[in-house]
């Protein structure tokens, strides 16, 4: 008969024992077996209310999702010979989004024989540097990819540690995978439940 490794409600540990006899115990209190680390071996099981094991989990996630510090990217473009109007109009909506904590990568477009004056861009990208100082710092120097040249700017730290101390609106990251919380009443009795990762969950004989 399969094995288990049980693990009392307070986190005591009550040794190796067959599922039934461990199914029983947990019945006898009122609780519920759930297991909890499926690859371990022997299988790790824990003597829990259910209903109690998936609000911890579920507060756990929630703790780990208030914690994620989200940082998109948005771009500005650029032409060799934009003129100052448009380049201060650009430049501003930068200085808009290095401020709130956004990442801005500004890309200058070539065309036809532009290309061959790649030291406009270039130029034109010092100067966006220089205007935007105060406000971001260069996370990746000026490089051509095909037609295009572009920097990327990042925040400045202490902007964003404020803006995120302010309790400023925080742009989320995509999400991680979480373990999903699954119940699978087994022949032994057995509930298994989260965290067990998606596409996984053996059965569990008693």
């Given at each position: 008969m399969p094995q288990v490794r049980v693990i009392n409600?307070?986190?005591?540990q009550l040794g190796v024992m067959n599922?039934?006899?461990?199914?029983?115990?947990?019945?006898?209190?009122?609780?519920?077996?759930?297991?909890?680390?499926?690859?371990?071996d022997p299988p790790v099981c824990r003597i829990i209310d259910f209903g109690k094991f998936q609000y911890?989990?579920?507060k756990k996630a929630n703790e780990a999702k208030k914690k994620q510090v989200i940082i998109t990217v948005k771009e500005v473009k650029f032409r060799p010979g934009t003129d100052e109007h448009d380049?201060?109009?650009?430049?501003?909506?930068a200085r808009d989004w290095l401020s709130e904590g956004d990442k801005v990568k500004a890309t200058i477009f070539f065309r036809g024989r532009e290309i061959t004056h790649r030291e406009l861009g270039a130029q034109l990208l010092e100067k966006l540097e220089k205007d935007l100082l105060d406000v971001g710092e260069v996370e990746a120097r000026p490089r051509m990819e095909g037609n295009q040249m572009f920097l990327i700017?990042?925040?400045k730290r202490?902007?964003?540690?404020?803006?995120?101390?302010?309790?400023?609106?925080?742009?989320?990251?995509?999400?991680?995978?979480v373990a999903k919380t699954e119940v699978v009443k087994t022949e032994g009795g057995v509930e298994q439940g989260a965290p067990v990762p998606a596409g996984t969950g053996g059965m569990v004989e008693g």
């Open positions: 409600d307070d986190g005591e599922t039934r006899e461990a199914v029983i115990l947990a019945r006898s209190r009122g609780l519920d077996l759930v297991e909890v680390a499926a690859t371990a911890e989990a579920k380049y201060q109009f650009k430049k501003n909506h700017f990042a925040p202490h902007k964003t540690a404020a803006k995120h101390e302010g309790g400023a609106k925080q742009e989320a990251r995509p999400k991680p995978e």
